[in-house]
Nanobody, 121 residues
Framework: VQLQASGGGSVQAGGSLRLSCAAS????????MGWYRQGPGKERELVAD???????NYGDSVKGRFTISRDTAANTVAVQMNNLKPEDTAVYLC????????????????WGQGTLVTVSS
């Protein structure tokens, strides 16, 4: 299973962008799905993720500005990013916890290729 992300780009502070991510296999079972980011010189941090049941988790720095949405049937996830700030500049990485069965269920984390978001002041 591969993840294809799209929607990155450059925007001025206060602007908006929407990132989308789709799994190559619409039928695979996915538990948690969402986004992390890694800014220049920074550690990877959670942006937002959501479980298949709809529970949502946001990183503290994006709460109130970003909204995650997911189409569980299509295995896609998106994040609407509003009121972007220069500190949101980062490579955004989509990930999915693929649930596989080999005598028992287990989770394999799969990462997309990353999409760059640049916010200028």
């Amino acid at each position: 299973v591969q993840l294809q992300a799209s929607g990155g780009g450059s925007v001025q502070a206060g602007g908006s962008l929407r990132l989308s991510c789709a799994a190559s296999d619409r039928l695979v079972r996915i538990g948690r799905m969402g986004w992390y980011r890694q800014g220049p010189g920074k550690e990877r941090e959670l942006v937002a993720d959501t479980t298949a049941e709809g529970s949502v988790n946001y990183g503290d720095s994006v709460k109130g500005r970003f909204t995650i949405s997911r189409d569980t049937a299509a295995n896609t996830v998106a994040v609407q990013m509003n009121n972007l700030k220069p500190e949101d500049t980062a490579v955004y990485l989509c990930y999915a916890g693929i649930q596989l069965y080999a005598g028992h269920w287990y989770t394999k984390d799969v990462w997309g290729q990353g999409t760059l978001v640049t916010v200028s002041s």
